[in-house]
């Protein structure tokens, strides 16, 4: 064998923390060779939101397929796989369960490795599966259920300087969506109809912003929609267009003032390059993204987004994270890992959201 010669791991990757079922074939030098995505939209759109046990069903119903269907598109076998590995938590307990009894399933019948991969994690390592980006980063994750600004020091270091007090960016996408019957999912429903519309026209507050700190907030603004729109009489398509809009650069705004304290932060501890890592379902969005394009540039950063499909859950996301895990530390999880509903990333940070980080 050729001196230096390393044979290339391979992962398979299994995720299924919430509407999504997902499995993947991820190699070790960044090669995704298979990823099988099977959204619920469906399912829930007559809920207006995800439906925890519905969302458990279809994970158990369609999670085995979905696995044969990333091994054929990969053309390997199981046998072939070094390492399996399954979302964790955090997430709805119900598919977490699935996502894992599955993994260790396939684990022990085939004698390979198993991990449990933190969620977030695979969100905060999945810019790395594009080569060019080295630690430390700043990272937003901004999704339905997670809205958090970590620095980002290395695999398994990671250091919160904000999160959300109540609710999540996407959470909040999704109520005013409801709330305007726009549909469901809430985020490309907004963001279609705020295209059309006046940002201007409403008057909505922008949540925390000029104050220091890193947390965020959304539920003064979802409450000032729902205010907006029942003061409406007989709301037209322009008014949910309008009312879209203003929902949608408020947010924006908000955001980008929060990211502004924490790149403040983040390069008096990092001088040099900063690179600011947006991720998430929500970092799909594109007025979000122009936004912090804008303060990056003003800040002397580099924004760096995931391609769109590596932006919503998916399994080459778990499939890498576990390979990243693997190199620092080759040690498998055990086989009565517990799911886990919630699931901290960085562990040190007890305190409650909101008491601030000052920047």
């Known amino acids: 064998m050729e001196r230096g010669y390393r044979k290339a791991m391979l992962a398979l ?4 923390s919430c509407d999504e079922t997902a499995a993947a074939l991820v190699r070790d030098d960044r090669t995704i060779l298979a990823d099988c995505i099977l959204s619920q939209f469906e399912e829930h759109r007559a809920y ?3 439906v925890p046990e519905i969302a458990a069903r279809a994970h158990l119903d369609h999670v085995d397929r979905l696995i044969e269907a990333a091994l054929s598109q990969a053309q390997v076998s199981l046998e072939q796989v070094d390492l399996i590995a399954a979302t964790g938590g955090p997430g709805l307990i119900g598919g977490v369960i699935v996502g894992v009894t599955t993994g260790k399933a396939l684990a022990l019948a085939a004698g390979k490795p198993f991990l449990a991969v933190n969620h977030l994690e695979g969100h905060a390592l999945s810019a790395r599966l594009a080569p ?4 430390p980063y700043l990272l937003l994750l901004v999704s339905g259920g997670h809205c958090q600004l970590l620095s980002v020091e290395g695999v398994g270091r990671y250091h ?3 999160a959300t007090i109540d609710d999540a960016a996407g959470e909040a996408f999704d109520k005013v969506a409801k709330l305007m019957g726009l549909g469901y999912p809430g985020g490309p429903a907004v963001e279609k109809a705020a295209k059309a519309g006046d940002a201007a026209r ?3 507050p922008r949540p925390l912003k000029g104050r220091p700190g890193c ?9 000032a929609v729902r205010l907006a729109w029942t003061a409406l009489d007989a709301p037209t398509d322009q008014d949910r267009a309008d009312l879209a809009a203003a929902f949608q650069t408020a947010v924006a705004e908000s955001m ?7 790149l403040t932060l983040f390069q008096s501890r990092h001088p040099g390059p900063t690179r600011l890592v947006l991720a998430g379902g929500v970092a799909a969005n594109q007025a979000l993204r122009t936004r912090l394009s804008a303060l990056a540039e003003q800040r002397g950063a580099l924004l760096i987004a995931p391609p769109m499909k590596l932006c919503t859950d998916n399994a080459a996301m778990i499939a890498w994270a576990g390979l990243e895990r693997w190199r620092i530390d080759p040690t498998p999880d055990a086989l009565d890992f517990a799911p886990r509903p919630r699931w901290p990333l960085d562990p040190a940070a007890t305190k409650l959201p909101g008491a601030g980080v000052k920047a």
């Open 48 to 50: 207006g939101g995800v």
């Open 160 to 162: 919160r300087l904000g």
């Open 256 to 262: 980008a003032d929060r990211v502004k304290n924490a």
């Open 13 to 16: 990757g299994i995720e299924s």
């Open 202 to 204: 409403f008057a909505l």
């Open 215 to 223: 947390d965020f907030s959304f539920s003064g603004l979802k409450n």
């Open 132 to 135: 060019g980006l080295d630690f």
